[in-house]
């Protein structure tokens, strides 16, 4: 009798804890959904933000641009050399400064356009090395690419993935020193880990974690060209793949760039 | 204080003197929560040092004794809840040396509202390790007993070496673990 009882005492607590669990589901999931609903909504304030901000800023930056170049093409040499020297400084900022507005523009996009889809990485590489035949035959350039797989995942985005790593390989190489760029990939247990090796100039461990925030650049701008937004994008594709990027490298020993791209499969 | 440390300490309490003691325990405190305790509820810290001080009494021991006790019980219960956490260490240190950065870190992900204690660390040589302690609860020797859990787990000897002191008007706890 006395067990009988012990039992019915415990099935009670039980149930008693099962109602205040189920509450405790409920409110939580109600506030869930209401945080969900406020970060999706600043989320749309912020890209709205964003998009007009870089929208209304190209209007009056075209103008700047244009008319600059207007000026120097029709009043050259006839003010004084200073005057063309700062009317080549202003034409020169405001197509940088358009290039950065237009990489703003392009990091918001980032997998708002597409869903995913398979993706062979081979042909992409392939078709970012046809892109940068440029630079390729102009720094004497060799890329390696092995074997890569099909993966799950933003094809423009990826594509951009490589081309930015890439044609970093190829710009921040040694002067007198052919860059030689190695694309491979392995799997993990998740994800599948890819790499771009490089013989270029390196990076110095301290701004190792700096360079993948936007607008970061630790080169002269006369030295390397551009707007320092590459790896930033980087980094977001593949955030968007749920994956992570990082990269080792020694001053003046090249560098290799890592991400990881998750498999849905796997999850 | 969480719920699932107060089902842990009726756990323990049923586990090693009995169910019936258990009754006669909870009956004999004087608690400020009527309900049942449930893992992701939060309750008043003196409800369980009310429990913690009428357990120690009535099963005769002395209260730094039954919160060590608890403490090594604890850790396996926890273990066995959460063994994604401890399965990937091989060994104590580095296990240890996760709770800060990673557990406390989930746990805070699941419990927005719990006060978790802040640990330092350093290490004075390869074998050992300092963890600084700070909490308002201090409770010493329930952390005491989760090392020794740790210790057990990994069937690894944990020399402790403890030091209490104040620093800007905060009590501070060192455990120095000496691993062998």
Same mark, same amino acid.
């Given at each position: 009798m006395n067990e009988l009882e012990s039992y019915k005492k415990k099935l009670s607590v039980a149930e008693e804890k099962v109602k205040i669990l189920e509450k405790m589901i409920e409110d939580r999931t109600r506030e869930l959904y209401t945080s969900n609903q406020d970060l999706q909504r600043k989320n749309q304030d912020l890209e709205q933000f964003s998009y007009i901000a870089s929208h209304d800023l190209q209007e009056p930056l075209r103008t700047i641009s244009s008319f600059s170049d207007l000026f120097l093409h029709r009043y050259?040499? *006839? $003010?004084?050399e200073n005057a063309d020297k700062y009317m080549s400084i202003i034409s020169n900022s405001a197509l940088r400064m358009r290039a950065l507005v237009k990489n703003l523009m392009d990091y918001n996009r980032i997998g708002l356009t597409q869903a995913r889809t398979e993706v062979n990485c081979e042909t992409v590489v392939r078709e970012v090395e046809s892109d940068l035949a440029d630079i390729i035959y102009k720094t004497g350039a060799t890329l390696d690419i092995g074997e890569l797989p099909v993966i799950n995942g933003y094809e423009m985005e990826i594509r951009l993935l490589f081309q930015n790593l890439v044609s970093n390989a190829l710009k921040f190489h040694k002067s007198r020193k052919k860059p030689k760029v190695e694309i491979s990939a392995t799997r993990e247990s998740v994800c599948w880990k890819f790499a771009v090796k490089d013989n270029g100039i390196g990076i110095d461990p301290v701004h190792q974690e700096k360079? #993948? $925030?936007? #607008? *970061?650049? $630790?080169?002269n701008r006369s030295v390397y060209e551009g707007t320092g937004i590459g790896l930033a994008h980087c980094k977001k594709i593949v955030d968007l793949h749920q994956g992570e990027i990082w990269v080792e490298s020694t001053l003046g020993q090249g560098s290799t760039f890592y991400f990881t791209i998750m498999d849905p499969k796997t999850l | 204080m969480k719920g699932i440390i107060f089902n842990i300490a009726e756990k323990f309490i049923a586990t090693r003197f009995g169910e019936e003691k258990l009754e006669q325990i909870l009956s004999a405190c004087e608690l400020e929560t009527i309900e049942p305790f449930v893992g992701p509820g939060t309750y008043p810290d003196n409800d369980l040092m009310e429990i913690v001080h009428t357990a120690a009494e009535k099963v005769d021991l002395p209260v730094p004794e039954f919160m060590k006790q608890m403490g090594h019980f604890t850790f396996f219960k926890l273990a066995e809840r959460y063994p994604n956490f401890v399965a990937p260490y091989s060994n104590p240190k580095d296990f240890l040396m996760t709770?800060?950065?990673v557990i406390h870190v989930e746990v805070r992900k699941l419990y927005r509202d719990t006060q978790l204690p802040v640990f330092q660390y350093s290490e004075p040589s390869e074998n050992e390790l300092v963890i600084t302690y700070y909490s308002k609860r201090k409770m010493y020797d329930l952390m005491e007993g989760l090392i020794n859990g740790v210790a057990e787990h990994f069937d690894t000897r944990i020399e402790q070496r403890h030091s209490r002191y104040e620093k800007d008007g905060h009590e501070f706890y060192d455990y120095h673990l000496i691993f062998s």
């Open positions: 050259k040499g *006839q $003010l004084d360079i #993948f $925030l936007v #607008f *970061q650049r $630790l080169h | 709770v800060d950065n």
